[in-house]
């Protein structure tokens, strides 16, 4: 017999990103607590960064901690600290979010676009942890 899944913490995370003529399936394990947030980052600067949440997680807090994932695993890297500055739906799926750093160094942002060109990517999955205010 077949128990249900009472499980409060969702695990796996489903995004469809679109790509020139169809579409790209994105999938992240979320494996940290209930309280996080599965994301993709779309875009990054020297100044902030967007991310793409699911249309269900809204982003409910000032700040937050953002960990990058490769291959839904923890890149060797510190903790980037994020302020929330805006947030906005988008093709009726994902939230984007903008967030400005809180303290962030050219090098680290070099680093990460840098992974996201020698993968082919547009994104790269991480995690969002709420800091209490």
């Not at 077949?2 to 003529?21: I, T």
């Not at 962030?104 to 991480?126: A, G, P, S």
């Amino acid at each position: 017999m077949n128990q249900p899944d009472n499980r409060s913490c969702q695990r796996v995370q489903f995004f469809r990103l679109p790509k020139e003529q169809g579409f790209v399936p994105v999938w992240i394990f979320n494996r940290d607590s209930d309280n996080t947030l599965a994301a993709l980052v779309v875009d990054m600067s020297e100044s902030g960064i967007q991310v793409l949440t699911s249309f269900d997680d809204k982003i409910s807090h000032a700040h937050y901690q953002l960990r990058l994932l490769e291959d839904n695993n923890a890149m060797a890297m510190p903790l980037i600290h994020l302020t929330h500055v805006w947030s906005s739906a988008e093709s009726g799926m994902h939230i984007r979010a903008g967030f400005s750093f809180q303290t962030m160094d050219r090098d680290t942002v070099i680093f990460v676009l840098e992974r996201m060109k020698i993968r082919h990517q547009t994104f790269i999955r991480c995690i969002l942890t709420p800091v209490d205010d």
